[in-house]
């Protein structure tokens, strides 16, 4: 699936869905959806849902050199 987002200092982007995970507990759903774009960047986009309410974030960006980073950081520990 893919998506136009606009970016204030990036402007329009072309996103492409990954993936997408559920969390549920008491009554309360969480989703986060990655999101990935022609750079390699990852796009991170979370709602979560309260009875009828429904509370998105921002969409959250993580370039792919910082990415790489953390992934080092996990497989190095």
Wanted: with cysteine.
């Amino acid at each position: 699936m893919k998506k136009i987002i606009t970016d204030p200092f990036l402007g329009e982007i072309e996103i492409t869905k990954l993936s997408s995970d559920t969390l549920s507990a008491v009554g309360e759903n969480r989703v986060d959806t990655v999101y990935t774009d022609k750079r390699g960047n990852c796009w991170i986009e979370t709602y979560t849902t309260w009875g009828d309410a429904i509370k998105p974030t921002p969409i959250m960006y993580i370039r792919k050199e910082l990415l790489h980073k953390i992934i080092k950081v996990f497989k190095d520990k």
